[in-house]
């Protein structure tokens, strides 16, 4: 230990036993870290990719992150294969296949709209990484680099085979929180000096919806909701719009019950995501009902784990009295609250300063 007997813990030299020799091994399964398990592996790596989770998804099946939309030209390459897949499996729905409201509404819907259903993603990641080769460890946490100068050659784990290494020529940082980069000492930007603080969502999932009322006030009511995120001309059918667009509103039902102590103060408002399967099986994720960590509760990092764990447990506590106050809106009457998601999903984290740094555009 340190003089003082309290900075610091030695740990002493040990040999560590080296799990495997890879080509390219990949930490983190998101929607970044799969794209690079499985492109590797077809053009003949050998790949293996590491999840700390028992299944692969990243924030999409682990935070409840289940949106993602724009323009079609850059729905391509294996980002357009993975949402064509999805959505024949029924896990999500291209909006390119609805039919178009255009004419009746005035509204230019998105090209392509993805709310996914997290369980199919995990089913569809595990399926195409198995098809290419990608071998995958799950349940394994990446502890730090294995470093030769200024070089790294592989990975220290940790999981219930004990403390291993991974050692490999390439090794791709798909964390999200860039921590195998920040541990090998790359050099991360500031951040911005405007006083934009990280927010971290969690998500959570309920059951008991009855979309046929929400649709029913939703049209009585058409200025309590975002522009294109109320209900369109049609019911939730799985052939417009409205069964994909989201659902984002119930202002006055929200100030109402702010001003009765009902409604968390520090929320934001009300958001649904939903796709045809989500409306067939009255089933509707929420991301966090767009809170923003930062603004409730001050400075919290994702690379933070007191303030990680801080985040989780407010998140619940939202979540749980947020069920409550929904049970006021039509159409939540019988809802109940199924699960917080596993994991919050930072909409923000360390950025590498490397040969370029992509920004808010990119």
Same mark, same amino acid.
């Given at each position: %230990? ?34 690079? #398990? ?6 003949? !790596? ?61 509204? /230019? ?19 195409? #990484? ?16 294995? %470093? ?33 980069? !920040? ?16 927010? %971290? ?7 008991? +919806? ?34 994909? /667009? ?26 649904? /995501? ?14 966090? !009902? ?28 939202? !979540? ?32 590498? +300063? ?9």
């Amino acid at each position: %230990m340190s003089e003082n007997n309290a900075d610091f813990v030695i740990e002493a030299e040990r040999k560590i036993p080296v799990y495997k020799k890879v080509g390219v091994l990949v930490c983190g399964s998101g929607s970044a870290g799969l794209a690079a #398990a499985v492109s590797a592996a077809r053009n003949g !790596a050998d790949v293996l990719l590491v999840e700390r989770n028992s299944y692969l998804g990243g924030q999409s099946t682990a935070a409840y992150q289940n949106w993602f939309g724009g323009p079609t030209d850059i729905l391509t390459g294996f980002a357009r294969e993975f949402a064509v897949r999805l959505d024949e499996r029924g896990g999500a729905r291209l909006l390119e296949r609805y039919k178009t409201q255009t004419a009746e509404t005035g509204i /230019q819907p998105l090209t392509y709209h993805l709310a996914i259903e997290p369980e199919e993603w995990k089913y569809l990641a595990a399926d195409i #990484a198995e098809e290419a080769g990608v071998k995958v460890l799950t349940t394994t946490w990446v502890s730090g680099p294995i %470093m030769e100068g200024r070089e790294i050659k592989g990975v220290i784990i940790e999981n219930k085979s004990g403390r291993q290494a991974i050692l490999a020529d390439v090794v791709v940082d798909a964390t999200g929180d860039a921590d195998i980069a !920040a541990r090998s000492g790359a050099e991360m930007d500031k951040l911005p000096k405007s006083g934009y603080l990280i927010a %971290m969502i969690p998500g959570f999932r309920m059951g008991g +919806i009855d979309y046929k009322k929400i649709a029913e006030y939703a049209r009585e009511h058409p200025d309590d909701f975002w522009p294109n995120q109320g209900v369109p001309p049609g019911d939730f059918d799985g052939e417009n719009t409205a069964s994909i /667009q989201g659902i984002a509103g119930w202002f006055s039902l929200v100030r109402e019950g702010k001003e009765k102590g009902e409604f968390p103060k520090e929320l934001t408002g009300i958001s649904l /995501q939903v796709n045809p399967f989500h409306i067939k099986n009255g089933i509707g994720y929420f991301v966090g !009902a767009h809170l923003s960590s930062s603004v409730a509760e001050g400075k919290r990092f994702p690379w933070n784990a007191e303030d990680v764990a801080k985040v989780e447990i407010a998140g619940r506590n939202r !979540a749980r009295k947020f069920a409550k106050f929904l049970k006021k809106i039509p159409g939540f009457e019988d809802s109940f609250l199924i699960e917080v998601s596993p994991t919050v999903g930072p909409q923000d984290s360390r950025r590498i +300063i490397g040969d370029y740094v992509l920004t808010r555009k990119d």
